[in-house]
């Protein structure tokens, strides 16, 4: 019997858990005294206080299943196999504890032996520093083959100051059938852009440190920091081509399915894309407002209501003219509440803050698509391939269409968005809304969100709702 994605996740905790590990929780999606980051976004975002000796932790082996946002991915999702805005890192982390003569046994094991994940290694690759003769020995010595091991230059891990070291990523070969590139294609490589390969695990190996004058030098005290996408994990392991045919996200696309106009996943490659991007923004929608984040016009907020109208607007491509986003976090919820239960707790106010963002923009959604539709025939007929910044700006404002999902539409069709000209509008109406906010306070009026939540009024455009947010 295969193993469940729940079953997946405890295996991967328990293993660490048996080398002297402790677990951690995961914690909020939302980053805490961290202004460098919007979002959490892998498992050692939420442990710097321990590697950057601010906290001492009680244990210094740690090992955690972290929700984690990527936005950067976010056109991936749908087209790679691989893609999510949301996934769950697992993750073992040594705070100046055990190194690479441990964890690179400790990997094969868990990825290898019968008593745990049970891979076969011929599946299995490796990629490494070229310089880190280190790693590729201990891998030699747990029995990887030299041509099961790839040098590559970018296995560095470095954000420009602090601590850096080299990283040895894992691949998965799910075999020639999925090969989508020639023989002698210079990505036909685990790592290249071949999606036979899959990378599952990254190991970094954090020795040096990057000081302000470009040197880098010894540290002290070595850590290590992994991190796993589960998702990931979990389709290699159910053999399935995709993340989303995983027992993860095939209740979501069900459920799509059954409030579509008769779509069905898999029959459509066009429509399969739409299925996967509904699922995957549901997921991160439903976690991200489960931690606290609310739909806005700014940052954090601009983020959950991008990807509410993008899983809108791939809806009415499936044929959902009503709302339907907010019916998914029952599925969601159901899927990870033996990790996650806090979902199902918080379900009814989850559901009402994406209910009143897809109601809000549903009302201006089909003026909004009419009016893209037109600026895209006259640019067409005229032989210009730019829409302008004040269009774009006016469908942002007066019909909520966030400018890159202008920009995804402008694409498909060829042509472009003036994003300078759009960023100068936007920035005058920044000006007036300050203005106002200002007026606003003075006032000593009170915030009217939460109230906006429960009794949806009626659409005013969207400087008005960023008076009443800002005021949050
Ligand atoms: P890729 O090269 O496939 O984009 P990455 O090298 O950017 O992955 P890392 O930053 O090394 O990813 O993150 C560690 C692990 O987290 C990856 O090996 C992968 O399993 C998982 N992961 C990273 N990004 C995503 C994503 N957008 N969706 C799902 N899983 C991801
Ligand atoms: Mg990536
Ligand atoms: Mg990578
Ligand atoms: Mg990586």
Redesign the pocket.
């Known amino acids: 019997k295969k193993m469940s994605s729940g079953e997946i996740r405890q295996m991967f905790l328990d293993f660490f858990k048996s080398k002297g590990h402790a677990v951690e929780p995961s914690a909020s999606l939302i980053p805490v005294d961290d202004p460098t980051l919007l979002w959490i976004n892998?498992g050692v975002a939420t442990l710097k206080k321990y590697f950057d000796g601010s906290v001492v932790p009680d244990n210094p082996r740690i090992t955690n299943a972290q929700k984690?946002i990527?936005t950067n991915?976010i056109e991936?999702?749908g087209k790679t196999a691989?893609?999510?805005?949301f996934?769950e890192?697992l993750g073992n982390f040594s705070v100046g504890d055990y190194f690479k003569k441990e964890v690179i046994p400790w990997a094969w094991e868990l990825l290898t032996s019968p008593k745990w994940f049970g891979f076969d290694p011929k599946r299995l690759y490796v990629t490494v520093y070229p310089k880190d003769k280190v790693t590729k020995e201990l891998w030699r010595k747990v029995g990887v083959p030299d041509d099961h091991i790839v040098e590559a230059e970018d296995n560095f891990w470095d954000i420009g100051e602090g601590p850096s070291g080299p990283?040895s990523?894992i691949f998965y070969d799910r075999g020639q059938s999925f090969n989508n590139v020639a023989e002698d294609d210079p990505e036909n490589y685990p790592g290249g852009e071949n999606s036979r390969y899959?990378?599952?695990?990254?190991i970094v190996f954090s020795e040096l440190n990057h000081l302000p004058d470009g040197r880098f030098v010894e540290q002290p005290h070595k850590n290590i920091d992994t991190?796993?996408?589960l998702?990931?994990?979990v389709a290699v392991i159910q053999g399935k081509p995709t993340?989303f045919e995983t027992d993860l996200f095939m209740p979501i696309i069900k459920a799509t399915e059954k409030m579509s106009a008769g779509k069905k996943y898999g029959a459509n490659a066009q429509d399969d894309v739409s299925f996967k991007i509904i699922a995957d923004h549901a997921r991160t929608v439903t976690f991200a407002i489960g931690d606290g984040a609310l739909p806005s016009n700014e940052g954090r907020g601009y983020v959950l209501r991008r990807l509410i109208r993008r899983a809108v607007l791939n809806g009415k491509k499936l044929g959902i003219d009503h709302d339907f986003l907010y019916q998914l976090v029952p599925v969601v919820g159901e899927i990870m509440k033996s990790y996650y239960p806090q979902i199902l707790a918080n379900q009814p106010f989850i559901q009402k803050v994406i209910k009143s963002e897809e109601t809000r923009f549903r009302q201006t959604l089909d003026a909004g698509v009419n009016l893209l539709n037109q600026i895209i025939a006259e640019l067409k007929k005229t032989g210009k391939k730019e829409i302008s910044g004040a269009d774009a700006f006016k469908l942002f404002d007066t019909y909520g269409f966030p400018v890159e999902m202008t920009n995804e539409y402008a694409q498909d069709e060829g042509l472009q968005v003036d994003m300078a000209g759009f960023k100068k509008n936007m920035a005058a109406q920044r000006d007036r809304a300050r203005k106002a906010r200002g007026d606003r306070q003075s006032m000593g009026s009170q915030d009217t969100v939460l109230m906006n939540i429960t009794t949806p009024s009626k659409f005013t455009g969207w400087t008005e709702l960023d008076h009443k947010h800002a005021t949050l």
């Open positions: 892998s984690s990527r991915d991936n999702v691989r893609h999510l805005t996934f890192m990283d990523e899959v990378e599952i695990w990254n991190g796993m996408g998702e990931r994990l993340i």
